[in-house]
């Protein structure tokens, strides 16, 4: 008996496809995503600084609405403050999932009033 969690380590399916996807955007390649995009991709403000037009902020972008391929895009792509990643395709659609189950009720608010999809 003591031999089955090992053994079931090995199966693919032993997390499941969202909680692959919420590892994937709390630590990809040892920088979180939320760190600037926020808890659930609602986005953030990363710091606050002051120079000579005063008070400003960087800030993360609310990612929510982004569709899939944007995602693959922006993470397989240089940016000034955004890290690059190399995550595989899957990687990128597993937080992509995980972002949009998270935001299953702000997104179909969104779809409701835009009837685009
Ligand atoms: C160090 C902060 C930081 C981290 C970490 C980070 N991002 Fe970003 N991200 C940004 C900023 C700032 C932008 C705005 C555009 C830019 O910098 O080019 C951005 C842009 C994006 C965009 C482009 C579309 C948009 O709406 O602005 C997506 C999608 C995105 N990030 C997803 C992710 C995902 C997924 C991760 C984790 C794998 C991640 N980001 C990690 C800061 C970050």
């Known amino acids: 008996m003591l031999l089955l969690p090992l053994m ?3 199966q693919e399916d032993f997390i ?4 692959y ?3 994937l955007y709390a630590n990809p390649r040892g920088v979180s995503c939320a760190q600037c995009h926020g808890e659930i991709g ?3 403000t990363i710091v606050e600084f002051r120079d000579i037009h005063g008070k ?3 800030r993360g972008s609310d990612i929510r609405e982004d569709t899939l391929e944007d995602m693959i895009k922006a993470v397989n792509s240089y940016h000034e403050i955004m890290p ?3 995550l595989t395709d899957e990687e ?3 937080i992509y999932d995980y972002i949009h189950k ?16």
């Open 8 to 10: 079931l380590w090995g």
């Open 16 to 19: 499941s496809h969202y909680e």
């Open 21 to 23: 996807g919420e590892m």
């Open 42 to 44: 609602e986005g953030k």
């Open 56 to 58: 400003q902020a960087l």
């Open 84 to 86: 690059r990643y190399y």
């Open 92 to 94: 990128v659609k597993a």
């Open 102 to 117: 998270k935001n299953e009720l702000y997104l179909s608010k969104f779809t409701e009033n835009n009837s685009t999809e």
